[in-house]
T-cell receptor, first 116, second 111 residues
């Protein structure tokens, strides 16, 4: 079965540079989520999109922005990178929850971002 | 803000033994999810619990949900080395689309 695809898998940047992470959700999934996971930490929610509109916003820094395109893929744009941005960035997708039904989020393999 | 806590944070157990991981959350929710994560890898969905009293089992793992106590448990029966991983519970609210993850339990099964 098709899974969530993220690219690149690894990315090395220097401070103050910019980075763009890409996410291709499972076909027919209409909701995309971005998470940041630091070493030994639990995933922290950044932002989500439903049907190409921003849905929820978590602890996403102002230096970061994201969008979902007409083909449902999403990009996380990160600017003025800092050392503390080094982390594993996950994208997940799901079907929009219907009332009373829970839909698990399906996670990609992540992008490991290292800031030098 | 919704808080999700797990205990223990670290668990080392011998093969063949049983143990339970606990997940407590701070506000009303009837949707709870368990995930497994191997080091540096993605999160794999294990269980989706959608109502009070829900119980699901897969192999040596069994998860349950008590929404009144705001508590979920992940029970491990006769542990084997392949179960070594970090286990996360996650809760979502009907008002939003985000998951609130627990602190994670790092499980090591010793032969």
């Amino acid at each position: 079965a098709a899974g969530v695809i993220q690219s690149p898998r690894h990315l090395i940047k220097e401070k103050r540079e910019t980075a763009t992470l890409k996410c291709y959700p499972i076909p027919r999934h209409d909701t995309v989520y971005w998470y940041q996971q630091g070493p030994g930490q639990d995933p922290q929610f950044l932002i989500s999109f439903y049907e190409k509109m921003q849905s929820d916003k978590g602890s996403i820094p102002d230096r970061f922005s994201a969008q979902q395109f007409s083909d449902y893929h999403s990009e996380l744009n990160m600017s003025s990178l800092e050392l503390g941005d080094s982390a594993l960035y996950f994208c997940a997708s799901s079907l929009k929850r219907r009332e009373g039904l829970g839909q698990p989020q399906h996670f990609g393999d992540g992008t490991r971002l290292s800031i030098l | 803000e919704l808080k999700v806590e797990q205990n223990p944070l670290f668990l080392s157990m011998q093969e063949g033994k049983n143990y339970t991981i606990y997940c407590n959350y701070s506000t009303t929710s009837d949707r709870l999810y368990w995930y497994r994560q191997d080091p540096g890898k993605s999160l794999e969905s294990l269980f989706v619990l959608l109502s009070n009293g829900a119980v699901k089992q897969e192999g040596r793992l069994m998860a349950s949900l008590d929404t009144k106590a705001r508590l979920s448990t992940l029970h491990i029966t006769a542990a084997v080395h392949d179960l070594s991983a970090t286990y996360f519970c996650a809760v979502d609210l009907s008002t939003g689309n985000q998951f609130y993850f627990g602190t994670g339990t790092s499980l090591t099964v010793i032969p």
